[in-house]
């Protein structure tokens, strides 16, 4: 799956499913914008991208910040001409309990990150996709579609959220020859429950039907394929990965 002359941004490229999908994206050749906030985690997989000899840059970014949002699209375009595929991946989760009050805190930030973030980076990178008839691809989980528990319900409402914009999206975009797809994961064993204060680990001790946890790569894999011309005729889809967890809701 060669994406040589392709132009790629990758958001929340400094660890788990974007680190692995930056690094795969340079290895077939593509230009890689790799986003994040942590400047040093950036260089680590910066390091790996350039033993796979991709082009590549480092854009330090909080994207649900407007300025840098724009910044990103801007400082990708200028260095490499174009863009043809936007991978929304920057994501983070949090507890919030509405008897405990702390509820609408966590709903804000979550929101800001997980959806805003993403409707203004979408609408940036639109013209600029319209003119590569190129993609998006939207991390989201199965969160968006089973309440996973009930203290992560701001995160369920943003992956849902998400899924929606997905094929709304698609929906508006379809016309200018510009795709858009998610992919909703399972646990997957990233930094993303130790980053939110959990337990070290926890992803690898959750049971799923099929006894495994995927690791990112999985995922990355998937993203690379529909963002190829291999999946030109899919958009507005929402592919799901997680080693069977979905099929508890039919217990
Ligand atoms: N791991 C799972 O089990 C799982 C399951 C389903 C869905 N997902 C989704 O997969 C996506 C990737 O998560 P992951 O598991 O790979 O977690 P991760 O290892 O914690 O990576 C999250 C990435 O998002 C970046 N990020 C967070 N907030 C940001 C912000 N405001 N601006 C820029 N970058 C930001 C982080 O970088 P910095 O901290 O350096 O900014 C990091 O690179 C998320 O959308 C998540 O919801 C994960």
Redesign the pocket.
Known sequence: MSFSGKVVIV?????????AVAVMFCKEGASVAL????EK??MDVSVKCSLVGGKHIIIK????NDEDAKRIISETVTKFGQLDVLVN?????AFGSILEGTILETYDKIMK??LR?IVHLTMLAAPHLVKTKGNIIN?????GSIVVDSFFSA?CCS?AGLDHFTRSTAAELAASGVRVNAI?????????FD?AGFTPDL?SKLQTPLGRVSQ?EEIADLILYLASDKANGITGSNIVSDNGCMLHMLK
């Open positions: 958001t929340g490229a400094s660890s788990g499913i974007g680190a986003v994040a906030r942590n985690k950036l970014a909080d994207v649900s991946n920057a994501g983070i989760i990150i997980n973030a991390i989201s989980s199965i969160a995160y992956k909703s994961p399972g646990p997957v064993v990233t930094d993303i980053n992803v990112s």
